[in-house]
């Protein structure tokens, strides 16, 4: 009876090894695909990072653009605003002329009427 019950023990002790065998299967499948899971969500955000990351550099490239395209029309603007003002500066010499010429054939007028007539 003592062989019985030594027998009896280790076949429990095997059978229990056995079914520790698909339980320890299990665990691994399970941490695979749990991995498997976290390298698919990670892969995906990878790729809406590089998706991302390629958007913001075209905005990059067309604010640059937009800078140039600015910075042209601001100087063809200072060019304009150049031109307008020599222009302004010389229109306001021409009136000072005229302005002395006019007040200089006023005071001809004012000294003729005041000279007395001749007899």
């Known amino acids: 009876m003592k062989t019985a019950g030594i027998g009896l023990v280790l076949l429990l002790a095997a059978g229990a090894a056995g079914a520790q065998a698909p339980v320890q299967d299990r665990a691994r499948e399970q941490a695979i695909q749990s991995g498997q899971q976290r390298t698919s969500a990670a892969y995906r955000d990878l790729q809406q990072a590089q998706h991302e990351a390629k958007l913001a550099e075209q905005e990059v490239l067309n604010a640059q ?55």
């Not at 031109?83 to 302004?88: E, F, I, Q, V, Y």
């Open 65 to 119: 653009e937009a800078q140039r395209a600015a910075q042209k029309h601001a100087e063809e603007m200072k060019r304009q605003l150049d031109g307008a003002t020599k222009a302004l500066d010389a229109a306001r010499q021409k009136e000072a002329q005229a302005r002395k010429a006019y007040d200089e054939a006023l005071d001809g007028v004012d000294r003729a009427r005041k000279t007395p007539p001749a007899k």
